[in-house]
């Protein structure tokens, strides 16, 4: 791209290595690249059908493997699904537990609480016992 202009420094830009092989062979690249062209469009046929052999042996493959991914995927989801139902089920039952064991130390409280009451009440019986058996009289005491 000779003569383009380097849009900060408004200088020419240096050659590029395209246009240093375009300068060595005269111009003769665009005819190399025609020839190119050409001898493409000219391919025997037979090399075409071994492409196309080719290319729908790789189509095959590519259908096979997308299928293997979807069936893959397909069981991922149900992996998934079952996991998240599972730990909704184990959240469930944990929270069932949180209650029930709730429920089961408050009744242990109240049992522990009616055996202190209980117990409070036979030892004041006891004590006012006892301390009637063993009542000093009061001319012991000065």
Do not use: C
């Not at 997308?66 to 039952?93: D, P, Y």
């Not at 064991?101 to 522990?112: F, K, P, Q, R, Y």
Request: glycine share 2%; no cysteine; aromatic share 4%.
């Amino acid at each position: 791209m000779l003569g383009h202009k380097n849009a900060q420094t408004n200088k020419p830009l240096p050659p590029t290595p395209r246009d240093i092989e375009n300068f060595r062979n005269q111009g003769t690249s665009a005819i190399a690249a025609t020839q190119q062209i050409q001898a493409a469009k000219n391919m025997p046929i037979a090399n075409l059908s071994k492409i196309v052999e080719q290319r729908t042996r790789e189509n095959l493959q590519l259908q096979q493997h997308l299928a293997f991914q979807q069936r893959r995927n397909k069981v991922g989801v149900r992996l998934r699904e079952r996991v998240i139902s599972a730990a909704e089920l184990l959240h469930e039952r944990k929270n069932k537990a949180g209650v029930h064991l709730l429920e089961s130390v408050i009744s242990a409280v109240e049992l522990l609480q009616q055996a202190m009451l209980e117990f409070q009440k036979h030892n004041w019986e006891l004590t006012s016992e006892s301390d009637a058996e063993f009542q000093i009289p009061a001319s012991y005491i000065r």
